[in-house]
């Protein structure tokens, strides 16, 4: 089955690292389904069971998007809420829809890696402020993996970067398969 990619940007047309991971990933149809929320629901009412559905059609989802103050943007943390229900995400008895899938995600961080650690200027590293992400799947007892991350997208990016971070997300997402 391919696997799902949610993007979640507001301005993906003005990004450097996501629009340029997007551009890649259209390069690989019969791989990846990529499904842009911004663009879907502009007007951030969401379609729950057709996103439902959407999900799932896919045994992975990676949900990308930038770091919004330590945080994911707004209309992520709408959907997974309104999308992520009792009795079709997590239920005593029922709603296992997303047991065992491969849930990952690819983040794009405004500053630097170093920053990112115990001693840096933020004294937490990236994993822990992904925290509410990886516990969120455990929850729905789907196999969370690893991240993929972009860091310091706030400084001058070259394309040589840029293209170096699309090739190796898509090596990243290509593992999957290597992965429990």
Known sequence: MKT???????????SVINK????????????????NLYKTYPDGIIDVQKE???????DSIVLQFPLYWFNCPPL???WLDEVFTYGWAYGSTSGHKLKNRKFALAVSAGIKEA???SGGRYQHSLKEILLPFEMTAKYVEANYLPFYAFY??????????????AKGYIDYLQSFSLMP
Do not use: C, G, M
């Not at 799902?4 to 003005?14: F, Q, R, T």
């Not at 340029?20 to 990529?34: A, H, S």
């Open 52 to 58: 439902q559905q959407l999900i799932e059609l896919h």
């Open 4 to 14: 799902l990619i949610v993007v979640i940007h507001p301005n993906l047309n003005e």
């Open 76 to 78: 992520l943390k709408k």
């Open 115 to 117: 920053d990112f650690v």
């Open 20 to 35: 340029r991971w997007t551009r890649e990933l259209t390069q690989y149809p019969e791989l990846y389904t990529v499904h």
């Open 152 to 165: 310091d997208a706030e400084s001058e990016v070259s394309q040589a970067q840029l293209d170096h971070s």
